[in-house]
């Protein structure tokens, strides 16, 4: 029997699998955070099932870290999406720090606040509901 010691964290939710989306998991599991990820995940999962959210993370020239929420909705000819093709690209929001700050920790400290209180926040209104 083989026992492997790196655990890969399942983070699908209402996301599509990006490699920001598996950097944050990975530094939730590495800070002690992916109970407080996950908990968000399931609040953000609560609604809207078939909008889909792509996260994307990138650091302007003064290192200051952008992360963006790109909301996905099928197709109206879909009737049960099954791939991203059966999804057309919505809205993008964004998301910029004042600071410098690690662009990983940011990204999860957006999406912990987003699954406050989903759906009956601001932030997800905006973003998921659009």
Excluded: C, W
């Amino acid at each position: 029997m083989l026992i492997s010691n790196q655990n890969s964290p399942s983070f699908q939710a209402k996301f599509l699998n990006s490699d920001a989306l598996k950097q944050v998991a990975d530094y939730a599991v590495a800070h002690g955070k992916f109970g407080k990820l996950n908990q968000a995940r399931k609040n953000i999962d609560n609604s809207h099932l078939q909008t889909r959210l792509l996260l994307d993370i990138t650091q302007d020239s003064a290192g200051k870290p952008t992360v963006s929420f790109t909301r996905f909705v099928p197709k109206k000819t879909v009737i049960i999406p099954q791939s991203i093709d059966d999804y057309f690209e919505g809205k993008t929001t964004f998301f910029t720090s004042n600071k410098k700050v690690n662009p990983l920790k940011f990204a999860l400290e957006k999406i912990i606040k987003l699954g406050n209180n989903a759906p009956n926040n601001n932030m997800y209104k905006n973003i998921v509901k659009g």
